[in-house]
């Protein structure tokens, strides 16, 4: 049985361990543009021993950011910007992986502490969000997205295509799109945001033809030996959970035919009155499902912070790899803590030598 520190491959990379530090926004950018914050925080967090690190929502157009703080990579100045990244990244022992991301109708808001609203119109920075539909995310707000056009389409489409040629130029050498959390991507998948009519709309192949193409596009440019990976919201917690769910694994179905070689199972959250059951390792279960039921890896994050559990998921064949986010901002150097716990041989070997010789030698 697989075991949590045991190495993973997929296609011609392979991590050193199956902890992954999870796309975790900053919203610290200008302008789509890293900055001194983002290199010492990915520095850090690759530092800390994990196999794959995945840099966070990276937006494909500047309309497709969530905030006027997000990363973005539509274009080239800002591949070159994120080369160091990629590299402190793997220089510290891990697999630099990136989330290309469009946030849209949730896009052009506040950073969630200052309440992650819309931004005020007269906002210089404001700008208004497209969607695959124009229904907002509040009902009865006015902050009402533009229904995309069939040019609209393409343009994202090749956004998507774009920012990934330009993330493997960038040195990253894993790729996952964010198909979830109530994003441009889920909106097209959900019946209760996409109200179309065209042949993006209706029937659940038509809901899902937007993902495909964005799959189709990024694969004619991403190095086809790396891993394409997405994070798909599976799951609609309302009066009927198992419907969003079944249509899911069927998306899953033609993703894994169109060439994405890895699903992270995520959180749909595709409208605000959603009860998420939240609580420990919740998500698990349908990861769980997602992977007996498809035949495709699976990871999932969402509460899981024990070591032991990380441990259990793996070798029950549950997970093959566990993302991690909270719990590595609460402790950059979790990976060695989880070693210690599980007994693994020479756990101060997950670290660099500055600190594993500290620590191992004053853990006590």
Same mark, same amino acid.
């Given at each position: 049985?697989?075991?949590?520190?045991?190495?993973f491959?997929? #296609?011609?990379?392979?991590?050193?361990?199956?902890?992954?530090?999870?796309?975790?926004?900053?919203?610290?950018a200008?302008?789509?543009?890293?900055?001194? +914050?983002?290199r010492?925080?990915?520095?850090?967090?690759a530092?800390?021993?994990?196999?794959?690190?995945? %840099?966070?929502?990276?937006?494909?157009?500047?309309?497709?950011?969530?905030?006027?703080?997000?990363?973005?990579?539509?274009?080239?100045?800002?591949?070159?910007?994120?080369?160091?990244?990629?590299?402190?990244? #793997?220089?510290?022992?891990?697999?630099?992986?990136?989330?290309?991301?469009h946030?849209?109708?949730?896009?052009?808001?506040?950073?969630?502490?200052k309440?992650?609203?819309?931004?005020?119109?007269?906002? !210089?920075?404001?700008?208004?969000?497209?969607?695959?539909?124009?229904?907002?995310?509040?009902?009865e707000?006015?902050?009402? !997205?533009?229904?995309?056009?069939?040019?609209?389409?393409? #343009?994202?489409?090749?956004?998507?295509?774009?920012?990934?040629?330009?993330?493997?130029?960038?040195?990253?050498?894993?790729?996952?799109?964010?198909?979830?959390?109530?994003?441009?991507?889920q909106?097209?998948?959900?019946?209760?945001?996409?109200?179309?009519?065209?042949?993006?709309?209706?029937?659940?192949?038509?809901?899902?033809?937007?993902?495909?193409?964005? %799959?189709?596009?990024? #694969?004619?440019?991403?190095?086809?030996?790396?891993?394409?990976?997405?994070?798909?919201?599976?799951?609609?917690?309302?009066?009927?959970?198992?419907?969003?769910?079944?249509?899911?694994?069927?998306?899953?179905r033609?993703?894994?035919?169109?060439?994405?070689?890895?699903?992270?199972?995520?959180?749909?959250?595709?409208?605000?009155?959603?009860?998420?059951p939240?609580? !420990?390792?919740?998500?698990?279960?349908?990861?769980?499902?997602?992977?007996?039921?498809?035949?495709?890896? %699976?990871?999932?994050?969402?509460?899981?912070?024990?070591?032991?559990?990380?441990?259990?998921?793996?070798?029950?064949?549950?997970?093959?790899?566990?993302?991690?986010?909270?719990?590595?901002?609460?402790n !950059?150097? +979790?990976?060695?803590?989880?070693?210690?716990?599980?007994?693994?041989?020479?756990?101060?070997?997950?670290?660099?030598?500055?600190?594993?010789?500290?620590?191992?030698? +004053?853990?006590?």
């Open positions: 049985m697989p075991k949590l520190f045991d190495c491959t997929l #296609k011609d990379i392979t991590l050193r361990n199956r902890i992954v530090a999870s796309p975790m926004c900053q919203y610290q200008e302008n789509g543009f890293v900055n001194d +914050w983002h010492s925080h990915y520095s850090m967090l530092r800390g021993g994990v196999g794959l690190l995945i %840099v966070e929502a990276t937006a494909v157009s500047p309309e497709g950011r969530i905030t006027p703080g997000d990363l973005g990579l539509w274009s080239d100045a800002h591949a070159e910007g994120l080369t160091p990244v990629a590299t402190a990244i #793997k220089q510290a022992g891990a697999v630099a992986g990136i989330q290309l991301g946030a849209g109708r949730k896009a052009g808001c506040t950073p969630p502490w309440g992650g609203t819309p931004l005020d119109r007269q906002d !210089p920075q404001a700008w208004r969000p497209v969607a695959a539909s124009a229904l907002p995310y509040v009902l707000s006015d902050y009402v !997205p533009r229904a995309m056009s069939l040019a609209d389409i393409r #343009k994202a489409v090749h956004d998507f295509r774009d920012a990934a040629r330009r993330a493997s130029d960038a040195g990253f050498e894993w790729l996952e799109l964010h198909f979830a959390h109530g994003f441009l991507a909106t097209f998948l959900s019946s209760k945001t996409n109200a179309r009519e065209d042949q993006y709309g209706g029937a659940l192949k038509n809901r899902a033809r937007f993902m495909l193409e964005v %799959v189709e596009a990024v #694969k004619s440019v991403w190095p086809s030996h790396l891993p394409l990976t997405a994070r798909l919201g599976v799951v609609e917690f309302d009066s009927c959970p198992e419907h969003s769910f079944a249509e899911s694994l069927q998306v899953i033609w993703l894994k035919t169109a060439g994405i070689d890895f699903v992270d199972v995520g959180l749909a959250l595709s409208t605000p009155d959603e009860q998420v939240w609580g !420990p390792n919740f998500m698990v279960p349908y990861a769980e499902r997602v992977r007996r039921e498809t035949g495709i890896p %699976v990871s999932t994050s969402w509460m899981i912070t024990r070591a032991s559990d990380a441990s259990d998921f793996i070798q029950d064949v549950k997970l093959d790899l566990v993302f991690f986010a909270r719990t590595l901002l609460t !950059p150097h +979790w990976v060695f803590q989880a070693a210690r716990e599980l007994g693994i041989v020479a756990p101060e070997s997950v670290l660099p030598q500055p600190y594993a010789y500290w620590l191992q030698n +004053w853990a006590e």
